[in-house]
């Protein structure tokens, strides 16, 4: 089980905007720490997808966002297009564990 | 081209060692902290253990269910990171990879295609 929580599928149609949530505690999004999104595609490495909550690494599309909001924070996807289907994890620190911490991860399918 | 190549994966036994490496290049190792992150069958990521630069200390931290078991160095004259797994049991059994992280509450800004271990009988 993990310790950022992620629902395991979310999906859309091309074209249509789609959230991901990842709901944490006090001990790590709570207290403030960063949350970072990574997309996986099938059968490669992770990429950094979102830095520091909300920024773009060059070359990301602005069509990908992140926000977040208390013990939660959300990777929203405008646009969506077929090459977005793929698994996106979320990751912050936790103050309790005294280690990095990733949620399970959601796995976007494209209509 | 920054880049990360990690090799060394393999099958080996439980109770056994095995010891995987990363190969840096197109960035200043030396300055770098790294992490490796691993990946089970049909599972998510999950943190290993990260190393900070040896002008920063050159001291880990390990994900607490793995500590005592696995180690991670470096040595910045061949701009390598391994990952030292001992008493390794089948539930190891993962993609293991190799990331760039300038510090614990950072992101993971690069990372290597990975490699795999297996742990069976």
């Known amino acids: 089980q993990s310790v950022l929580t992620q629902p395991p599928s979310v999906s859309g149609a091309p074209g249509q905007r789609v959230t991901i949530s990842c709901t944490g505690s006090?001990?790590?999004?709570?207290?403030?720490?960063?949350v970072h999104w990574y997309q996986q595609l099938p059968g490669t490495a992770p990429k950094l997808l979102i830095s520091g909550n909300s920024n773009r690494p060059s070359g990301v599309p602005d069509r990908f966002s992140g926000s977040n909001s208390g013990t939660s924070a959300s990777l929203a996807i405008t646009g969506l297009e077929a090459q977005d289907e793929a698994d996106y994890y979320c990751q912050s620190y936790d103050s309790s564990l005294s280690g990095v911490v990733f949620g399970g991860g959601t796995k976007l399918t494209v209509l | 081209e920054v880049q990360l190549v990690e090799s060394g994966g393999g099958l080996v036994k439980p109770g056994g060692s095995l010891r995987v490496s990363c190969a840096a290049s197109g960035f200043t190792f030396s300055n770098a902290w790294m992490s490796w992150v691993r990946q089970g069958p049909g599972k998510g990521l999950e943190w290993v253990g990260r190393i900070k630069s040896i002008g920063d200390g050159g001291t880990t931290d390990y994900a607490a269910p793995l500590k005592g078991r696995f180690s991670i160095s470096r040595d910045d004259s061949i701009n390598t990171l391994y990952l030292q797994m001992n008493s390794l049991r089948t539930e190891d059994t993962a993609v293991y990879y190799c990331?760039?992280?300038?510090?614990?509450?950072?992101?993971?800004?690069?990372w290597g295609q990975g490699t795999t271990v297996t742990v069976s009988s």
């Open positions: 990331t760039t992280q300038p510090g614990i509450l950072r992101e993971m800004d690069v």
């Open positions: 006090n001990s790590n999004i709570g207290a403030g720490y960063d």
